[in-house]
């Protein structure tokens, strides 16, 4: 029979893997990593570089590994070795997927094991071609600037027609005018003025 200890602390490790299955559900990416050899310092140095829409826990592997399947991940098993710490993004995956490259670039006791985006699971090398991506906001800034470049041709390309038969109607009327009688008229009086 279960003692009230063993109870206490088999609920703890329910609620644990309910907790970390929720933030695996609710995250934009997961990154997992491996912490070994860092110190608590860089760890909260990390933690403070990623920011406040992700969270970067240290979890143990079993209750972590659970909590995936409970979430309904596959494919992470090989990643549950050794001290592994998680990085729940919630905000852009690729913001937080540069400041974990560059802070393993820094502290290279930082090993990017692998994770999940957009619920599929992904490889080491998954998460550093999300790091080399633009981030969103320069993305839609330069979707923005094409649509506007675009936007700008569509307009003179519509403009054109309208200005070259304006160019076209104001040279008839110049042409018409120069040939108009009363022009001819001027131009008699003006040669016989100038014979006489």
Avoid: C, W
Avoid at 15 to 20: K, W
Avoid at 26 to 40: F, I, K, P, Q
């Amino acid at each position: 029979m279960a003692t009230a200890a063993e109870t206490t602390v088999k609920s703890e490790k329910v609620q644990a893997v309910s907790e970390l299955a929720g933030k695996f559900r609710d995250s934009s990416a997961t990154v997992l990593t491996e912490y070994r050899g860092l110190t608590v310092a860089q760890l909260t140095e990390l933690r403070h570089s990623l920011g406040r829409e992700t969270t970067y826990t240290v979890a143990k592997n079993t209750l972590t590994s659970r909590a995936a399947k409970d979430a309904g991940l596959d494919g992470l098993d090989g990643l549950f070795v050794g001290p592994t710490a998680i990085a729940f993004v919630g905000g852009d995956p690729v913001e937080a997927a540069k400041h974990l490259r560059d802070f393993a670039k820094a502290h290279p006791l930082l090993v990017i094991k692998g994770g999940v985006i957009e619920g599929r699971a992904a490889t080491a090398e998954d998460i550093t071609k999300l790091a080399n991506l633009e981030s969103r906001e320069i993305l839609l800034a330069k979707l923005a600037g094409a649509m506007k470049g675009n936007m700008a041709k569509a307009a003179a390309v519509f403009a054109a027609p309208a200005s070259k038969f304006a160019r076209t109607m104001a040279a008839l009327q110049e042409k018409k005018a120069a040939e108009s009688p009363a022009a001819g008229t001027t131009d008699a009086a003006a040669e016989a003025g100038a014979e006489g």
